[in-house]
C-alpha cells in the first residue's frame, strides 16, 4: 500500500515527461544543435526550483512522510567515472534520444522498439557490472 | 473540467515544465525515495539473478521497489499523455533543426499525419525494428546509456536534476560528459549512422 503513492507519483512524472516534450528525440537533437531553448528552460527552472526545495529541506530538516529527517548523501568527488561514464550516456542520450526516464515513457506512447531500448540499456549496465574493477573511478 | 483537460493538453511551457519536475523530485525525496531513474536499470539486473556472479548486483534490491514503481508509473503517465491529453500537433520543432535533419533523410511531423514528433519512425517503427541502421540505434544506444549512467553514477534525473539542485560538483562533471557525448553523437556520428 505504501508503494501507491509512488505509482502515482510516476504517473505524474510520465505526464510531465510528455507534455514538456522531453520525452521527444526531436527535441533533444534541437538540444545538442542549440537550436531552441526549450530543453535548457525546463532544466534550469528544475535546477533553479530544485535548489530552493533543496535549500529550504536542510534548513527546516524536514521529516519524510515516515517521520526521519530528509538527508543527502554527497557524492565521492573524482573526475574519469563522472567524464566517462557521462560522455558514454551522452553518446547513447543523443542516438536514442532518450534518457532512462523517457524510455518508460514512451513505452507508455506504444513504441515498442523502446522496449528493446530498455533491454540494452539493462545489458549495458550488466556490462558495467562485469568490467567496473578493470576501468578508472 | 473539460477546460481543465484542454489546457493540461496543450504542449507545456518550458517554466511550467521545470517547474513540476522540481515537484516530482520533491515529492520523492518526502516520500521516501530519491530523485533518480537509473538505478532501476540496476535493480532489473540484481532482480535477474545479476548478483550470484558479480558483487555489484548482489543488494538488497527489495529496498528499491518503491523506485521500479515509480519508473512503472511513469509507462502508466506516458499512456494517459498520448491517449487522453494528446495536443491537436506534433511536437513543434525549430526549423533550423528541421532542415538539418531533413538533409540527412530523417522527416521532422508537421502535421498529426506524419507522426506525433517523439520519435523518428524512419528509425524507431516498429516495422524497421530488425534493420541493421534501427538496430544500432536501439541496441548500441541503449548498451551506451545503461553502461554511462552506472559509470557516471546517475543520468539525467540523478546528475543533472538531483546532483546540480544539491549543488554537488561530481554531478556538474558528469553533465558536462553528458554534453561532450552528446555533441560528438550529434554532428559526428548521427551524419554518418543516418546514412546507412
Known amino acids: ?137 | 473540467m473539460t477546460n481543465i483537460i484542454e489546457l493540461i493538453s496543450q504542449p507545456w511551457h518550458w517554466s511550467i515544465s521545470g517547474a513540476m519536475i522540481a515537484l516530482v523530485m520533491f515529492l520523492l525525496l518526502y516520500f521516501g525515495g530519491e530523485f533518480g531513474v537509473s538505478g532501476n536499470l540496476r535493480t532489473l539486473c540484481a532482480i535477474g539473478g545479476a548478483g550470484k556472479k558479480i558483487s555489484f548486483f548482489n543488494f538488497n534490491w527489495r529496498n528499491q521497489i518503491w523506485n521500479l514503481v515509480f519508473i512503472f508509473g511513469a509507462i502508466g503517465g506516458g499512456f494517459i499523455a498520448s491517449q487522453y491529453l494528446a495536443s491537436d500537433m506534433p511536437v513543434q520543432i525549430a526549423e533550423a533543426t528541421r532542415d538539418h535533419l531533413a538533409s540527412e533523410g530523417i522527416a521532422t511531423p508537421v502535421t498529426l499525419e506524419d507522426g506525433t514528433g517523439y520519435v523518428p519512425m524512419e528509425i524507431f517503427a516498429k516495422e524497421k525494428i530488425l534493420t541493421l541502421r534501427s538496430l544500432i540505434f536501439i541496441v548500441l544506444g541503449g548498451l551506451m546509456i545503461g553502461f554511462g549512467t552506472r559509470w557516471a553514477g546517475g543520468c539525467t534525473s540523478g546528475h543533472a536534476i538531483s546532483g546540480l539542485s544539491n549543488l554537488q560538483l561530481p554531478s556538474l562533471i558528469a553533465v558536462v560528459g553528458f554534453f561532450i557525448g552528446g555533441l560528438i553523437m550529434t554532428h559526428f556520428l548521427l551524419p554518418f549512422l543516418f546514412s546507412l
Open chain 1, 1 to 137: 500500500m505504501k508503494l501507491i503513492k509512488f505509482f502515482i507519483v510516476g504517473l505524474l512524472f510520465g505526464i510531465i515527461m510528455t507534455k514538456s516534450e522531453a520525452v521527444s528525440w526531436f527535441r533533444i537533437q534541437e538540444m545538442f544543435h542549440f537550436d531552441s531553448f526549450h530543453m535548457y528552460g525546463i532544466i534550469g527552472t528544475a535546477v533553479v526550483l530544485g535548489a530552493v526545495i533543496i535549500w529550504s529541506v536542510k534548513q527546516s530538516r524536514l521529516k519524510n512522510s515516515s517521520g526521519t529527517e530528509i538527508s543527502f548523501n554527497p557524492k565521492d568527488l573524482s573526475v574519469p567515472r563522472y567524464l566517462f561514464g557521462g560522455t558514454i550516456f551522452g553518446l547513447g542520450w543523443a542516438m536514442t534520444g532518450a534518457c532512462p526516464g523517457p524510455m518508460f515513457t514512451l513505452v507508455g506512447h506504444g513504441f515498442i522498439s523502446m522496449i528493446l531500448v530498455i533491454l540494452s540499456a539493462v545489458a549495458g549496465t550488466y556490462l558495467y557490472g562485469v568490467v567496473r574493477e578493470r576501468i578508472p573511478h
